[in-house]
């Protein structure tokens, strides 16, 4: 019985029961990431007796937290007290959180192991998790890829059973993205739905904290613990949260799910297209009604993407100085020190996108990049608005392409951002989007993702239709060679 | 010589964002920043009138919090953090005006 | 050729709130250095901004006393900048749909318009050493509202009084203590000067490190002139920042950026824009306090005083409110003003209200005399006893028994036949020595007046 293998609701029913002990399931865990972790690379920090204390004092109690005794990675952009927050980042070398975000005060409440710390693209900006400042994670289906990003960690630990779940954030794909491209279930929540406190923010608008997991079911129950209002996130949205896993199995019949015909581009890799469009088939067999939609302003979210989030993230990153706290450089003055600290901190590509943010809101540039991306912003917004008077939920591929090799698209920025080109549109409209398991391309054998997109907290819906599929299909039960 | 409006001026963006470029990262950077700007520049084609700019993602209002004074932070925790302090302060190279 | 100055003023106010704008650390003053901190005030990775509301309400009180209109739809915007007493090197501000616009300041004779307040954090403290400088976060954060007014001044003159009475407002108001040597107020000058009769505004010099409020009187006072005598030497004056020296008595230039600020504001993204409905600012009229102006008007209205007292008894609030607790239900409202007069700063002695009260319905009723209450008044102020008390254990209450005192006054007509006869003479002085003697026999506390009376009527009854 490979402990570590196994999804949190299969875990918790054998906890609760008295089977197995939250000691000998992070010990499971933690054997694992021993076995596999060199060549994976999912992990920036462990500390292996802290998670087995965490475990041992579950064991002692009732063990009836939803959460209770889940070794659950979190992706190196939130706070832990204690634990150290580089973000992926040279710059915040040596430094210690000294509070924890909302969520992880959730995870602690719900029982949870904090498992350990993931790579990922430094301050989640990038597609591949290249953007480390610590190395690049492997994907697990083939170690000579990438596992996408930014939240690549994180999906490899779930995708490489070296954690039984993990957190990561989106702000233009990066949780969807990387579940896709590794087999695993990924969701980027409404905005506003989970709490950003103690999230390292990238763009402040549009960042989500997100769970990945094995199983839909996982992932609703997950949602369920880190979802509601938080009194210190003022963008966080005062609304109940309902119960993710109540209406789970209702299937898909009498739902309408909407194609964007925009989405199903020339230039799509063709396995990736096939697996689509198959899922699709899968979906109508079991009572779906398939419905062609528009989302007229596709073409331009990407671009709207990058003039907005990195202006937020110019002025997001200012505060990484050198005077507070993360690593300085000392220059002869102040303002040296600043350019030589930020200078040296930063890798090429946060450099590349706070100079471009920096240039959108500039004097005399403002209106034409920063305040008129806002306002097609607002057109792409309406687009999903009007769609979801057609369907329920849109489906879509999550990436146009399986997972490149590690280097290939490093020298080519924008070849980069056009991957994030189907996940994108959801962030800036503020909806939710989850991506799910659909198929692998033949040779070699790596993962295709289903993209499900929803109307801000629709998330049961999206889950509904998620489950249905899964259920219908063996994708969830596949693992990688590794 | 018409100034090439996809040309950012790089040294003036990298003092504004107080990063130190070398010379091999600007001359890069201006290439790969040129490239998205005649990307991005497609923004230009969409008819943006009467249409409001999206400041925010959610629609609330009157976020306020009742004016409590709560505990603050052990300064040690923070002065740990410090590249820099001494008598509780946090110390940088002389500000001069 | 005749110049005209013409002087903006910026004012930033710390509003004496419990708890800093975004965090809720504490905002007195005087703490150690960085013991009033936490991940927010210190931009902390990570970390998120959640508004005081109470903050709002003192800046929209603010637009309310000095007449601004309120905007309805508010929102708050970033200031992009780098500075080691910035925590994120960008401040949270407002832009362009500030809290207040318009409004202006009522100075004896004019009004000096101001064009905004706007609501904002305040940066760190800077202390500078030889070669370092550090950083203390503590004020980091404290609420600050800046008041931008019109350049309608004309003269330091007018600066000093648009200063001094926006200061009295703010703290009638209760907005902020407007300490300028706590910092809780700060004022920053903009000054230029023009030729007489020409429309267009000279080229203006900011002066920074304005300390007190005669101090921007005594920086304008040099500025001026300097501008003026540059002017007419054919000299340009160049728009820069200047750095006022109090103890050398002038303006120096600073080491100032070469260029503008680009400030890049966009609207902040973690900060839900306000809105304030008519229910709202009902709410907050209401508690709106009395401006001194308005006071002493209605001191005069309502009591009777004269101009001249009300407006000693309005000079601070303190004093204007002692007067009104001391007068409420007294029928003599003068008479208690003034015994107000008499002493500088009566509300800060261990006198009370009620008593100044009770002390001219004393003399009033005929209890003591006018003189005698000049004593009691001296031992209230000395003592804070009641006048009862003092009347009491002194033995002072006037005789004014009438059979006591026509006891009295008998024994003196009997023993006085001199000034009886002198009386009944015609000589209508005399009745005072006799008004003495029954002074002397009762030791001091028949009651003058009536003693005065019952001698007449015994008198001419013999």
Redesign the interface.
């Known amino acids: 019985m490979s402990l570590h293998t196994q999804t949190i609701i299969e875990l918790r029913d054998q906890l609760r029961r008295g089977a197995v002990s939250a000691r000998e399931v992070t010990q499971a865990v933690l054997d694992r990431i021993q076995a596999v972790d060199d060549r994976l690379k999912a992990y920036l920090w462990l500390n292996p007796d802290d998670a087995l204390a965490q475990a041992d004092a579950i064991d002692r109690g009732s063990k009836d937290q939803p959460l209770a005794g889940i070794p659950i990675a979190i992706k190196d952009v939130?706070?832990v007290i204690g634990q150290p927050?580089t973000?992926g980042s040279k710059i915040?070398r040596g430094?210690?959180a000294?509070?924890d975000?909302t969520v992880i005060r959730q995870l602690r409440a719900a029982g949870a192991v904090l498992l350990g710390r993931t790579n990922m693209d430094e301050f989640a900006m990038g597609s591949s998790t290249e953007n480390s400042s610590w190395g690049v994670t492997r994907n697990p289906w083939d170690l000579e890829r990438i596992p996408g990003g930014s939240s690549g960690g994180s999906a490899a630990a779930v995708a490489g059973h070296e954690a039984i779940a993990a957190l990561g954030s989106d702000t233009g794909g990066s949780i969807r993205q990387p579940a896709a491209l590794t087999s695993c279930v990924g969701l980027k929540p409404t905005?506003?739905l989970v709490s950003?406190?103690?999230?390292?923010?990238f763009a402040?608008?549009?960042d989500q904290v997100g769970p990945f997991t094995k199983t839909v079911a996982d992932a609703a129950l997950l949602l369920g613990v880190i979802a509601g209002h938080d009194?210190?996130?003022?963008?966080s949205?005062?609304a109940p949260v309902p119960d993710y896993q109540e209406k789970l199995n209702a299937g898909v019949r009498g739902l309408r799910v909407g194609l964007p015909k925009e989405y199903f581009i020339p230039g799509m890799d063709r396995e990736v297209e096939a697996a689509v469009r198959a899922a699709i088939g899968q979906l109508t067999r079991l009572g779906a009604e398939v419905v062609e939609i528009s989302l007229p302003?596709t073409?331009?979210a990407?671009?709207?993407y990058?003039?907005i989030a990195t202006?937020?993230a110019?002025?997001n990153l200012?505060?990484?100085?050198?005077?507070?706290?993360?690593?300085?450089v000392?220059?002869?003055?102040?303002?040296?020190?600043?350019?030589?600290t930020?200078?040296?901190g930063?890798g090429?590509e946060v450099?590349?996108r706070?100079?471009?943010g920096?240039?959108a809101?500039?004097?005399g540039y403002?209106d034409?990049?920063?305040?008129?991306?806002?306002?097609?912003?607002?057109?792409i917004?309406r687009d999903f608005e009007q769609a979801f008077q057609k369907c329920d939920v849109i489906v879509a591929p999550t990436t146009p392409t399986p997972a490149f090799k590690i280097g290939e698209r490093v020298d080519d920025?924008?070849q980069m951002y056009l991957c994030d080109i189907f996940t994108i549109s959801v962030n800036?409209a503020?909806n939710c989007g989850l991506s799910l398991p659909c198929g692998f391309t033949a040779q070699p054998k790596l993962p295709i993702g289903l993209q499900l997109i929803g109307p801000a907290f629709a998330e049961p819906t999206l889950l509904r239709v998620a489950q249905a599929y899964e259920q219908a299909t063996p994708w969830h039960t596949e693992r990688p060679a590794l | 010589m018409p100034e090439d409006p996809n040309q950012i001026n790089i040294d003036h963006v990298a003092h504004l964002a107080r990063l130190e470029l070398t010379d091999a990262e600007k001359n890069k950077f201006a290439a790969q920043l040129k490239d998205m700007l005649v990307y991005v520049a497609k923004l230009s084609e969409v008819d943006v009138t009467g249409v409001e700019p999206t400041a925010h993602a959610v629609p609330l209002t009157n976020v306020l919090r009742p004016d409590e004074a709560r505990p603050s932070i052990d300064p040690a925790l923070v002065l740990k953090n410090a590249p820099e302090s001494a008598r509780g302060l946090f110390i940088m190279p002389k500000i001069v005006e | 050729m005749n110049y005209e100055a013409v002087i903006g003023l910026e004012v930033h106010v710390q509003l004496k709130t419990n708890s800093k704008l975004f965090c809720g650390c504490a905002t007195e003053s005087g703490a150690e250095p960085n013991t009033r901190v936490c991940p927010i005030c210190l931009g902390y990775p990570g970390v998120l901004p959640v508004m005081n509301a109470e903050a709002v309400r003192k800046t929209i009180l603010s637009g309310l006393l000095i007449g601004c209109t309120i905007n309805r739809y508010s929102k708050w915007d970033r200031k992009n900048y780098f500075y080691p007493d910035m925590p994120k090197n960008y401040q949270v501000s407002q832009y362009d749909l500030p809290l207040c616009l318009g409004g202006a300041v009522q100075i004896a004779g004019k009004k000096l318009g101001v064009t905004r307040i706007h609501l904002e954090e305040d940066v760190a403290k800077s202390f500078h050493f030889a070669t370092t400088s550090g950083v203390d976060f503590n004020r980091a954060g404290t609420p600050l509202m800046e008041i931008v007014s019109e350049p309608d001044m004309r003269s330091p003159e007018d600066a000093f009084a648009y200063l001094t009475a926006l200061k009295e407002i703010l703290i009638t108001g209760g907005v902020s203590d407007c300490d300028m040597e706590k910092g809780q107020l700060r004022c920053d000058c903009n000054v230029s000067v023009r030729p007489v009769g020409q429309a267009q505004f000279g080229e203006k010099v900011e002066i920074k490190n304005l300390n007190s409020i005669s101090g921007v009187r005594r920086a304008l006072e040099y500025e001026i002139p300097r501008q003026i005598a540059a002017r007419g030497r054919g000299e340009k004056i160049f728009q820069e920042t200047r750095r006022w020296d109090d103890d050398a008595g002038k303006t120096l230039v600073m080491r100032t950026k070469e260029y503008a600020h680009d400030y890049r504001y966009f609207p902040e993204p973690d900060l839900m824009p306000v809105t304030v409905s008519d229910a709202q600012l009902a709410e907050i009229r209401q508690q709106l306090p009395e401006l001194p102006e308005a006071k002493r008007q209605r001191l005069v209205s309502q009591y009777g005083l004269p101009e001249y007292d009300a407006g000693v008894l309005v000079a601070t609030a303190a004093l204007a409110q002692f007067y009104e607790r001391a007068a409420a239900g007294s029928p003599n409202a003068k008479a208690v003003a003034n015994w107000m007069m008499t002493v500088a700063e009566i509300h800060l002695s261990p006198v009370q209200p009620q008593h100044l009260r009770e002390l001219v319905a004393a003399i009033d009723a005929g209890q003591i005399s006018g003189k005698q209450g000049k004593d009691v008044f001296a031992v209230m102020l000395a003592t804070g006893q009641s006048p009862a008390r003092i009347i009491q254990e002194q033995g002072l209450a006037q005789v004014s028994d009438p059979g006591a005192l026509e006891g009295f006054c008998s024994q003196a007509i009997a023993g006085n036949a001199k000034s009886v006869a002198a009386f009944k003479a015609g000589n209508l002085g005399a009745l005072n020595a006799l008004v003495g003697q029954v002074m002397k026999l009762s030791k001091g506390k028949a009651n003058p007046q009536l003693v005065s009376e019952m001698l007449a009527k015994q008198l001419r009854n013999t």
């Open positions: 939130l706070n927050c973000c915040l430094h210690t000294v509070y975000a905005y506003g950003r406190f103690g999230l390292v923010a402040s608008s549009l009194p210190l996130d003022s963008t949205v005062p302003h073409d331009y990407v671009a709207v990058y003039l202006a937020e110019s002025a200012a505060r990484f100085d050198g005077v507070r706290y993360g690593a300085r000392r220059g002869a003055d102040v303002l040296e020190t600043y350019a030589k930020r200078g040296a930063f090429p450099k590349r706070i100079i471009l920096t240039y809101l500039s004097a403002h034409a990049y920063y305040l008129r991306a806002q306002k097609v912003r607002t057109l917004r920025p924008l800036l503020g």
